[in-house]
């Protein structure tokens, strides 16, 4: 453990830990789900071709499914499958009332329009949160009752471990870096919904560090290792890490090994914000266990049943 994760370890938000009681929570609502209604909530996962970056995800994806009770099933697919074909896997699951939950892994091969492949997915089956349907509910603050949106599980973590830390973060100012679908954008709609006053800043914001130390909460989801410096954090502000990047790490042992960091400095970071998400171990653990709970979720509004609050 590095010296900093030692003498500042009070500041370290332990998304790990948080996500380990969540899916505990998410496996005791399906018990009881299935006792009370006799229904087994089912996720379908599609995986087209054989990036092996995506097998892992869908193997943890799959383990952490069967783990919390939940029934999940693999359609791997070959690489060179046609957009038609995916599109019809796609529509049988949707006709499946025994599959809740739909994700296709992304990315998807060339010769497949993403944007298709999601619109196809019953939004009401769509556990990522990416359909339009889902983007616009999430828009309109569209939260509640059988019609409420699915939330991209990414930013749904995030706001859990934020809430858990800072507890009511209404009045507070929000800077989200980064502005993708599926974490900058539908982040800064949770948190304007959270009653922050919210910045979303990119790589064509002018005077960036600036920008980012107003922040009380820093939101870095750009996929550039290390972007944010020490510098650019407001004393005690609560950092949240969302960067997976692999970088070298070579030693004398393994000159080719790498290691993982995220885009925040985490050790210039620590000894300056009031809190901040490790990589790994931060806010990745939470994506996993918010895809459990969406599954959870659009099983019971499926089926008319009172949605556990997580
Ligand atoms: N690929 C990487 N992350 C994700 C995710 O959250 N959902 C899907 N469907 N594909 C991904």
């Known amino acids: 453990m590095s010296d900093s994760k030692v003498?500042?370890?009070d500041r370290i938000i332990d998304g790990k830990a948080f996500?380990?009681?969540l899916r505990e929570r998410i496996g005791a609502a399906v018990s009881g789900i299935e006792a009370a209604h006799g229904l087994a909530p089912s996720l379908a996962v599609v995986l087209v071709g054989d990036d092996p970056a995506s097998q892992i995800y869908v193997r943890n994806k799959g383990r952490a499914a069967e783990a919390a009770g939940i029934a999940a099933a693999d359609h791997r697919l070959d690489a060179a499958i046609s957009q038609e074909e995916l599109l019809t896997l796609v529509a049988s699951l949707n006709n499946d009332a025994m599959v809740h939950g739909i994700l296709v892994q992304l990315p998807l091969p060339d010769q497949i329009d993403p944007a298709a492949v999601i619109d196809a997915i019953d939004p009401a089956k769509d556990v990522d949160g990416f359909h339009v349907v889902n983007v616009g509910r999430l828009a309109s603050g569209q939260m509640s009752g059988p019609n409420a949106a699915m939330v991209p599980c990414t930013p749904l973590g995030c706001r859990m471990l934020l809430e858990d830390r800072l507890g009511d973060l209404t009045g507070l100012e929000a800077v989200v870096l980064g502005r993708s679908n599926i974490v900058g954008k539908p982040m800064a709609q949770l948190l304007t919904?959270?009653?922050?006053?919210?910045?979303?800043?990119h790589s064509k914001t002018r005077d960036l560090p600036d920008v980012c130390r107003r922040a009380d909460i820093l939101v870095a989801?750009?996929?550039?290792?290390?972007?944010?410096?020490?510098d650019?954090?407001?004393p005690g502000a609560v950092v949240i890490d969302v960067g997976i990047n692999r970088v070298p790490a070579p030693t004398g042992d393994d000159p080719d090994k790498m290691r993982l960091v995220g885009d925040v400095d985490f050790d210039a970071a620590i000894a300056v914000a009031g809190a901040i998400t490790p990589v790994p171990g931060g806010v990745g653990p939470m994506t996993i266990a918010c895809l459990l709970a969406n599954t959870v979720t659009a099983a019971c509004r499926q089926n008319g049943i009172d949605t556990p609050a997580w």
């Open 19 to 21: 996500a380990e009681g």
């Open 7 to 9: 003498r500042f370890a």
């Open 232 to 234: 650019w954090i407001k």
């Open 221 to 230: 989801a750009v996929g550039r290792p290390q972007m944010v410096q020490g």
């Open 193 to 201: 919904q959270a009653n922050c006053t919210v910045t979303v800043a």
